[in-house]
């Protein structure tokens, strides 16, 4: 495969780190809905937003099944319909295999762009069984949360990549 011009060679993505980060944005999630704004609408969903990261750059490692159980997990500890968070995960994850060897080829502000309708498809399912459950409308600045997942794109990509930039032991034979 021919490389993007300008694009880092990256070592390979240890797996105890990738679960080490979704993890972690497990528990940031659940500190965010147990905050001074709680459940507020607006708030991004950081789990989100990493699991579809992992599932565009490690489609082996982390993939439909990974989403399914996460959103199970973040299903049980926000007592929501079982099931609201995990058909929202899958669906993401889905969709994020489909497109991620055609993102890849793009810068991460370019990245972000696209990757805000599949922000927007995975709150507003989210939304749509919450409402079909009986629940009632969150407001208006539930429309800010997929814009704030698409911002944040670009940190989460700086942020989750840095392990694999890291030089491997160069020497006089081994430039890279």
């Known amino acids: 495969m021919i490389m993007p011009r300008?694009?880092?060679?990256?070592?390979?993505a240890r797996l105890l780190f990738i679960w080490a980060s979704l993890l972690a944005a497990l528990a940031l999630n659940m500190l965010l809905n147990m905050g001074p704004g709680g459940r507020a609408a607006w708030l991004p969903d950081l789990l989100a937003l990493t699991m579809v990261?992992?599932?565009i750059h490690q489609p082996q490692r982390v993939g439909v099944?990974?989403?399914f159980v996460l959103g199970l997990v973040m299903?049980?500890?926000?007592?929501?319909?079982l099931g609201q968070h995990a058909i929202a995960y899958t669906v993401?994850?889905?969709?994020?295999?489909?497109?991620?060897?055609r993102l890849l080829w793009f810068s991460v502000p370019?990245?972000?762009a696209q990757m805000l309708p599949l922000f927007v498809v995975g709150h507003g399912l989210a939304l749509c069984v919450r409402l079909l459950a009986g629940a009632d409308f969150p407001g208006w600045p539930i429309v800010l949360a997929p814009v704030i997942d698409a911002l944040l794109w670009p940190v989460i990509s700086v942020l989750l990549l840095m392990p694999q930039r890291r030089a491997p032991d160069p020497d006089a034979n081994r430039p890279l």
């Open 110 to 112: 370019s990245q972000a």
């Open 92 to 101: 993401l994850s889905f969709l994020a295999i489909g497109i991620h060897r």
């Open 6 to 12: 300008g694009q880092q060679l990256l070592l390979p």
């Open 53 to 55: 990261f992992w599932t």
């Open 75 to 81: 299903d049980v500890h926000q007592g929501a319909l």
């Open 65 to 67: 099944t990974a989403a």
